[in-house]
């Protein structure tokens, strides 16, 4: 359907060929822009409608009081399944500390947040494959557990900032939710224009970038420098590429769609995506707030040794 779509703008409206660039970059921009749209929608309404009584304070109270192996299971899952992004950070890390939730379990839980939910999973899905969803699932969810226990054993309590210490959040009486189907139905159509509002000018340019590298990109130059499995230097070149751009998972989706079809090994894709999402300059910044340069070294350290793992893992075995 969407694919129909993008012909009929595309080379019957305006009249583009299909073998020239922007005819190429034209229809691939046009067909993901509305197939991610729609999915966009209908995914975040019916999620919506599931989550109407989930919010940061009871992931934070789920998280609280639990043997450490659990609370970080349990942080990794909930940090996969909730919208929270980079944005959310500060707030999530104060409350998460004013609970008395370990860091480490805090760590794993920022690190799993913006780069895997349920809605990059099912647009995922859609565009790129199962096999492709549950590489990229299963290496986000290892990073965030085993990158959470890593910075646990460096002890980052001490390079918190110190007025993180000092608040106290309390318990502040929370409204009962509506429950009805009324109740749930506005929360959905609530998320929907809320996470769509946040996200549709970074889908839009991940789109855009995705457009641009599937029509002008040669395929020649992609093989020879990033195309390669047995090429090394992609990896750590993909993650240090991804960290001055600012998206999401779901933005970064038609790009990483882009450069799989122009011949970029999986693990090179895999962790460019896994950088973006996760490493980028703006999420360091937003970090830097509350805690101290060595524990953002150690934490932009971890994560960039852990994506190149798996981009160097995926490349030889995929």
Not at 67 to 84: D, Y
Not at 179 to 195: C, D, F, K, P, Q
Request: proline share 4%; hydrophobic share 55%; glycine share 10%.
């Amino acid at each position: 359907m969407f694919d129909a779509l993008a012909d009929l703008i595309v080379y019957q409206w305006l009249g583009l060929a299909a073998d020239s660039h922007a005819g190429a970059a034209l229809h691939f921009f046009v067909m993901d822009t509305a197939k991610i749209f729609v999915m966009l929608v209908f995914i975040i309404y019916v999620m919506g409608l599931l989550r109407a009584l989930l919010s940061p304070e009871k992931v934070r109270d789920y998280v609280r009081g639990k043997p450490r192996w659990l609370a970080r299971s349990s942080a990794v899952t909930l940090g996969a399944v909730t919208p929270f992004c980079s944005c959310s950070s500060v707030p999530l890390f104060i409350g998460f500390v004013e609970a008395g939730i370990p860091l480490g379990v805090t760590f794993s839980f920022l690190i799993a947040s913006p780069m895997i939910n349920e809605v990059a999973v099912v647009i995922l899905l859609g565009i790129l494959g199962w096999e492709l969803t549950l590489m990229y699932v299963a290496a986000g969810l290892t990073v965030a557990y085993v990158g959470g226990a890593i910075m646990e054993r460096f002890r980052p309590e001490r390079w918190v900032a110190e007025y993180v210490w000092k608040i106290q959040m309390g318990q502040m009486a929370q409204a009962e939710p509506d429950t009805s189907l009324a109740g749930r139905h506005r929360y959905a159509w609530g998320e929907v224009r809320e996470i769509v509002g946040r996200l549709w000018k970074w889908v839009v340019a991940g789109i855009a970038v995705g457009a641009l590298f599937h029509g002008y990109v040669p395929e020649g130059w992609v093989t020879e420098h990033l195309g390669g499995r047995d090429n090394w230097l992609a990896v750590p070149g993909a993650v240090l590429l991804g960290i001055p751009l600012y998206s999401n998972a779901t933005g970064v989706i038609p790009v990483a769609e882009a450069m799989l079809g122009k011949g970029v090994a999986i693990g090179t894709t895999l962790a460019f995506m896994m950088s973006i999402a996760a490493l980028s300059l703006p999420e360091m910044i937003i970090l830097r707030k509350v805690i101290k340069w060595p524990a953002l070294a150690l934490y932009a350290g971890v994560l960039a040794i852990a994506f190149m793992l798996v981009g160097w893992g995926f490349n030889l075995f995929g």
